[in-house]
């Protein structure tokens, strides 16, 4: 006598063949996407910055400013100041409010593309998102954390 469920199982092939591997449709050379490098000389000089100066973005926790204190998230900083270093100096700077603050989702994205149409090549804050890291990374923009509690002058020393 055979119990329940103990009689040989049959397997069935499966229905349709396994697919190929996939395989990335070569672009044609017009198309090809342009590489790290090109793109950010490309968005600098879009953006109007002069040769030889560097612009940093700083995540501020507050109304921002060269006195503010530097946030510990990227893309929910409530502001954001703009400084241009030519040779370790300070030429220019601005403080822009975060417009993309109180969007459900995509923050660290959209911040990141629009610091990239800034013509951004550094980015300070505290920490980083998956999402944005890999925007930041694509573009070719650099991030560096720091520590709580620093202020935003004290934060450009950490700049190598």
Partial sequence: MQGRGLGRRRRYPPPYPPYPPYMPFPYPPSMMP????????????????????LRV???????????????????????????DLEGGQVKNVVVEPNQYMYQP???????????????????????????????????GIKMVTVPPNTRVKDALRFIS
Avoid: E, W
């Avoid at 490098?37 to 100066?53: E, F, H, I, N, Y």
């Avoid at 700083?58 to 990227?74: I, N, T």
């Fill in 105 to 139: 989702h995509g923050v660290g994205i959209a911040v990141a593309q629009h610091m990239a149409n800034r013509g951004v090549q550094v980015i300070i804050a505290g920490r980083f998102g998956p999402n944005a890291t890999s925007v930041l990374q694509s573009v």
């Fill in 34 to 53: 342009p590489s790290s490098p090109l793109m950010t000389r490309r968005t600098t000089q879009r953006a109007g910055v002069k040769p030889g100066v």
């Fill in 57 to 83: 973005a700083v995540a501020c926790v507050g109304r921002g400013g060269l006195d503010d204190y530097v946030s510990m998230q990227f893309g929910r900083a409530p502001a954001f100041t703009i400084v």
